[in-house]
T-cell receptor, first 114, second 113 residues
Framework: SAVISQKPSRDICQRGTSLTIQCQVDSQVTMMFWYRQQPGQSLTLIATANQGSEATYESGFVIDKFPISRPNLTFSTLTVSNMSPEDSSIYLC???????????FGPGTRLTVT | GENVEQHPSTLSVQEGDSAVIKCTYSDSASNYFPWYKQELGKRPQLIIDIRSNVGEKKDQRIAVTLNKTAKHFSLHITETQPEDSAVYFCAASSAGGSYIPTFGRGTSLIVHP
């Protein structure tokens, strides 16, 4: 399976600021995903990021709040913009292994907004 | 879209007992059903999956069964050990959604020594 790393692993940010989370994969993958997991909750898909095209956002998530970049097949970033305490969560990137379609997750970024 | 229901939300067993977690799904087009284990503070890890062309799959102490007619699938863990304690998520997806899974709410499994 792919080896996935994320930076930062955790951060404490002030309300109104932005944070960019990086996701790096050790192999080329077509599909990358960004999830949010609030404490004690399930995984909520924010968006799907394919290289060379705009990210596809799920209902309730918008590009202005969560801009995503996917400059190549091994890297993606998610920015959480104009943060509020409600954005405090764990953000995880994941990749889809082809051709099995198995999905693997990064270690997550724990974000606290004060 | 797909809707996945997972039960129970919490499951407490004694070491050595079996544990069963059940999920139902709504979209008859779903054909891939993975299970993830998430230990406290860790990332979700894929532990087993099943595709719609089989009814059961086993891997050592864990097994998954699928009933496509009834649209439900289950995770079975035998001879539970304290290290099995974690949150388990089921998911369902289909090729039409590029296998992007819809997750259940999770089951917190506690194995008492």
């Amino acid at each position: 399976s792919a080896v996935i790393s994320q930076k930062p692993s955790r951060d404490i940010c002030q309300r109104g600021t932005s944070l960019t989370i990086q996701c790096q994969v050790d192999s080329q993958v077509t599909m990358m995903f960004w999830y949010r997991q609030q404490p004690g909750q399930s995984l909520t898909l924010i968006a799907t990021a394919n290289q060379g095209s705009e990210a596809t956002y799920e209902s309730g998530f918008v590009i202005d709040k969560f801009p995503i970049s996917r400059p190549n097949l091994t890297f993606s970033t998610l920015t959480v913009s104009n943060m509020s305490p409600e954005d405090s969560s764990i953000y995880l990137c994941s990749v889809e292994d082809e051709p099995t379609y198995e999905q693997y997750f990064g270690p997550g970024t724990r974000l606290t907004v004060t | 879209g797909e809707n996945v229901e997972q039960h129970p939300s919490t499951l407490s067993v004694q070491e050595g007992d079996s544990a069963v977690i059940k999920c139902t799904y709504s979209d008859s087009a779903s054909n891939y059903f993975p299970w993830y284990k998430q230990e406290l503070g860790k990332r979700p890890q894929l532990i087993i999956d099943i595709r719609s062309n089989v009814g059961e799959k086993k891997d050592q102490r864990i097994a998954v069964t699928l009933n496509k007619t009834a649209k439900h699938f289950s995770l079975h863990i035998t001879e539970t050990q304290p290290e099995d304690s974690a949150v388990y998520f089921c998911a369902a997806s289909s090729a039409g959604g590029s296998y992007i899974p819809t997750f259940g709410r999770g089951t917190s499994l506690i194995v008492h020594p």
